[in-house]
Protein backbone atom coordinates (compact mmCIF):
# COMPACT_ATOMS: atom_id res chain seq x y z
CA UNK A 1 0.00 0.00 0.00
CA UNK A 2 1.67 3.44 -0.91
CA UNK A 3 1.50 6.14 1.48
CA UNK A 4 2.71 8.31 -0.97
CA UNK A 5 -0.27 9.95 -2.36
CA UNK A 6 -2.35 12.94 -1.81
CA UNK A 7 -6.14 13.14 -1.46
CA UNK A 8 -7.18 13.53 -5.00
CA UNK A 9 -10.48 15.80 -4.91
CA UNK A 10 -10.49 16.53 -1.34
CA UNK A 11 -8.96 18.18 1.38
CA UNK A 12 -6.52 20.14 -1.29
CA UNK A 13 -9.49 20.58 -3.21
CA UNK A 14 -11.10 22.71 -0.41
CA UNK A 15 -8.36 24.48 0.44
CA UNK A 16 -6.69 22.74 3.12
CA UNK A 17 -2.91 23.72 4.07
CA UNK A 18 -0.47 21.31 2.65
CA UNK A 19 0.49 20.22 5.83
CA UNK A 20 -2.97 18.68 6.43
CA UNK A 21 -3.20 16.71 2.50
CA UNK A 22 0.52 15.27 1.98
CA UNK A 23 1.07 11.81 3.29
CA UNK A 24 4.80 10.61 3.58
CA UNK A 25 5.95 7.58 3.79
CA UNK A 26 5.47 5.16 6.02
CA UNK A 27 8.71 5.43 7.33
CA UNK A 28 8.59 9.17 7.74
CA UNK A 29 4.63 8.72 9.36
CA UNK A 30 6.19 6.08 11.89
CA UNK A 31 9.67 8.45 12.79
CA UNK A 32 6.52 11.53 13.42
CA UNK A 33 4.59 8.93 15.66
CA UNK A 34 7.77 7.40 17.27
CA UNK A 35 9.21 11.02 17.91
CA UNK A 36 5.58 12.51 18.99
CA UNK A 37 3.71 9.73 20.97
CA UNK A 38 5.39 9.49 24.85
CA UNK A 39 5.91 6.75 26.75
CA UNK A 40 4.73 6.86 30.24
CA UNK A 41 5.73 4.21 32.97
CA UNK A 42 3.77 2.46 35.75
CA UNK A 43 0.77 3.86 34.14
CA UNK A 44 -2.45 3.38 35.28
CA UNK A 45 -1.07 0.59 37.55
CA UNK A 46 3.20 -0.58 38.13
CA UNK A 47 4.51 -2.25 35.36
CA UNK A 48 2.03 -0.82 32.52
CA UNK A 49 4.23 1.93 30.09
CA UNK A 50 1.16 3.91 28.61
CA UNK A 51 1.49 5.22 24.97
CA UNK A 52 0.55 9.02 25.59
CA UNK A 53 -0.57 10.50 22.47
CA UNK A 54 -1.03 13.97 23.70
CA UNK A 55 1.67 14.99 22.55
CA UNK A 56 0.74 13.93 18.64
CA UNK A 57 -2.35 15.64 19.23
CA UNK A 58 -0.48 19.31 20.52
CA UNK A 59 1.13 19.04 17.06
CA UNK A 60 -0.34 20.23 14.32
CA UNK A 61 1.89 19.21 11.43
CA UNK A 62 2.07 15.69 13.20
CA UNK A 63 -2.08 15.11 13.74
CA UNK A 64 -2.53 15.83 10.33
CA UNK A 65 0.20 13.96 9.13
CA UNK A 66 -1.18 10.89 10.96
CA UNK A 67 -4.90 11.68 10.04
CA UNK A 68 -4.02 11.59 6.33
CA UNK A 69 -1.89 8.31 6.90
CA UNK A 70 -4.58 6.27 8.49
CA UNK A 71 -7.20 7.96 5.67
CA UNK A 72 -5.33 7.05 2.42
CA UNK A 73 -5.52 3.74 1.32
CA UNK A 74 -8.94 2.57 1.31
CA UNK A 75 -10.91 1.62 -1.42
CA UNK A 76 -14.66 2.66 -0.58
CA UNK A 77 -15.70 3.52 2.98
CA UNK A 78 -19.17 4.37 4.14
CA UNK A 79 -18.65 4.88 7.69
CA UNK A 80 -15.47 5.33 10.03
CA UNK A 81 -15.62 3.92 13.37
CA UNK A 82 -13.83 4.93 16.67
CA UNK A 83 -13.41 3.04 19.81
CA UNK A 84 -13.66 4.52 22.95
CA UNK A 85 -12.16 6.91 23.94
CA UNK A 86 -8.61 8.10 22.09
CA UNK A 87 -10.43 6.47 19.01
CA UNK A 88 -12.76 9.19 18.57
CA UNK A 89 -10.31 11.75 18.10
CA UNK A 90 -8.45 10.29 15.58
CA UNK A 91 -11.94 8.75 13.68
CA UNK A 92 -13.82 11.34 13.60
CA UNK A 93 -11.40 13.56 11.41
CA UNK A 94 -10.56 10.30 9.70
CA UNK A 95 -14.35 10.47 8.77
CA UNK A 96 -14.57 14.25 7.82
CA UNK A 97 -11.69 13.43 5.57
CA UNK A 98 -12.93 10.41 3.63
CA UNK A 99 -16.32 12.92 3.52
CA UNK A 100 -18.23 10.13 5.38
CA UNK A 101 -20.03 9.28 8.93
CA UNK A 102 -18.63 8.40 11.87
CA UNK A 103 -20.00 6.19 14.67
CA UNK A 104 -18.73 6.19 18.06
CA UNK A 105 -18.07 2.29 19.69
CA UNK A 106 -18.81 2.87 23.02
CA UNK A 107 -18.48 1.67 26.60
CA UNK A 108 -21.65 0.02 28.69
CA UNK A 109 -24.55 2.24 29.25
CA UNK A 110 -23.27 6.09 27.72
CA UNK A 111 -25.59 5.50 24.37
CA UNK A 112 -28.72 7.40 24.80
CA UNK A 113 -30.63 4.91 21.52
CA UNK A 114 -31.69 0.92 21.59
CA UNK A 115 -27.66 -0.29 21.17
CA UNK A 116 -26.15 -3.43 20.41
CA UNK A 117 -23.35 -4.77 22.34
CA UNK A 118 -20.42 -6.91 22.56
CA UNK A 119 -18.65 -8.34 25.91
CA UNK A 120 -14.96 -9.51 25.96
CA UNK A 121 -12.70 -10.90 28.46
CA UNK A 122 -10.12 -8.72 30.52
CA UNK A 123 -7.01 -10.01 32.34
CA UNK A 124 -9.32 -9.67 35.25
CA UNK A 125 -12.97 -9.46 34.68
CA UNK A 126 -14.62 -8.26 31.53
CA UNK A 127 -15.64 -5.22 29.75
CA UNK A 128 -18.34 -4.76 27.09
CA UNK A 129 -18.65 -1.90 23.93
CA UNK A 130 -22.11 -1.35 22.00
CA UNK A 131 -23.06 0.72 19.32
CA UNK A 132 -26.67 2.15 18.54
CA UNK A 133 -28.38 -0.68 16.47
CA UNK A 134 -29.47 1.95 13.45
CA UNK A 135 -25.78 3.03 13.49
CA UNK A 136 -24.23 0.71 10.56
CA UNK A 137 -26.47 -0.58 7.21
CA UNK A 138 -26.01 -4.16 5.69
CA UNK A 139 -23.33 -3.67 3.01
CA UNK A 140 -21.86 -0.90 4.12
CA UNK A 141 -18.02 -0.88 4.50
CA UNK A 142 -16.87 0.07 7.96
CA UNK A 143 -13.13 1.51 8.77
CA UNK A 144 -12.27 1.10 12.01
CA UNK A 145 -9.65 3.20 13.90
CA UNK A 146 -8.33 3.16 17.57
CA UNK A 147 -4.93 4.55 19.03
CA UNK A 148 -3.38 1.47 20.12
CA UNK A 149 -4.01 -2.35 19.34
CA UNK A 150 -2.82 -4.27 22.07
CA UNK A 151 -4.19 -7.31 22.91
CA UNK A 152 -7.07 -6.96 20.45
CA UNK A 153 -10.06 -7.99 22.49
CA UNK A 154 -11.91 -4.52 22.06
CA UNK A 155 -10.79 -4.83 18.64
CA UNK A 156 -12.92 -7.80 18.14
CA UNK A 157 -15.58 -6.75 20.33
CA UNK A 158 -16.22 -3.89 17.73
CA UNK A 159 -15.53 -6.61 14.87
CA UNK A 160 -18.42 -8.48 16.18
CA UNK A 161 -20.50 -5.66 16.44
CA UNK A 162 -20.10 -3.85 13.09
CA UNK A 163 -20.51 -7.40 11.55
CA UNK A 164 -23.67 -8.32 13.40
CA UNK A 165 -24.90 -5.37 11.62
CA UNK A 166 -24.33 -6.54 8.34
CA UNK A 167 -21.41 -4.31 7.91
CA UNK A 168 -18.33 -5.47 6.62
CA UNK A 169 -15.04 -4.34 8.23
CA UNK A 170 -12.62 -2.56 5.17
CA UNK A 171 -9.88 -2.02 7.44
CA UNK A 172 -8.47 -1.35 11.28
CA UNK A 173 -6.36 1.62 11.53
CA UNK A 174 -4.20 2.25 14.27
CA UNK A 175 -1.62 4.57 15.11
CA UNK A 176 0.80 1.65 17.41
CA UNK A 177 0.57 -1.83 16.84
CA UNK A 178 1.87 -3.31 20.23
CA UNK A 179 3.05 -6.75 18.94
CA UNK A 180 4.39 -8.13 21.62
CA UNK A 181 1.19 -8.48 23.18
CA UNK A 182 -0.35 -10.25 20.27
CA UNK A 183 -3.58 -8.44 19.45
CA UNK A 184 -3.02 -9.45 15.95
CA UNK A 185 -4.37 -13.12 16.97
CA UNK A 186 -7.78 -12.23 18.44
CA UNK A 187 -8.59 -10.48 14.75
CA UNK A 188 -6.89 -12.48 12.11
CA UNK A 189 -9.36 -12.00 9.66
CA UNK A 190 -8.74 -8.20 9.64
CA UNK A 191 -6.72 -6.37 7.64
CA UNK A 192 -4.44 -4.27 10.07
CA UNK A 193 -2.97 -0.82 8.76
CA UNK A 194 -0.58 0.16 11.77
CA UNK A 195 1.51 3.60 11.12
CA UNK A 196 4.05 2.35 14.23
CA UNK A 197 4.73 -1.06 14.89
CA UNK A 198 6.49 -1.86 18.12
Known amino acids: MSRTETDPGGSA ?9 AVGSPEDIAAVVRRLV ?3 PDYPQPGVVFKDITPL ?5 G ?3 AIAALATGHERIDKVAG ?11 VACRLGVGFVPVRKLGKLPGSTIAETYQLEYGTATVEVHAD ?7 VLVIDDVLATGG ?3 ATARLIRRS ?7 GVLIELGVLGGRAKVPDLDIRSLLSL
Open 83 to 93: IEARGFILAAP
Open 38 to 40: RDV
Open 57 to 61: LADAA
Open 166 to 172: GAEIASL
Open 13 to 21: ARGASPAAT
Open 135 to 141: AFKPGER
Open 63 to 65: FAA
Open 154 to 156: TAA
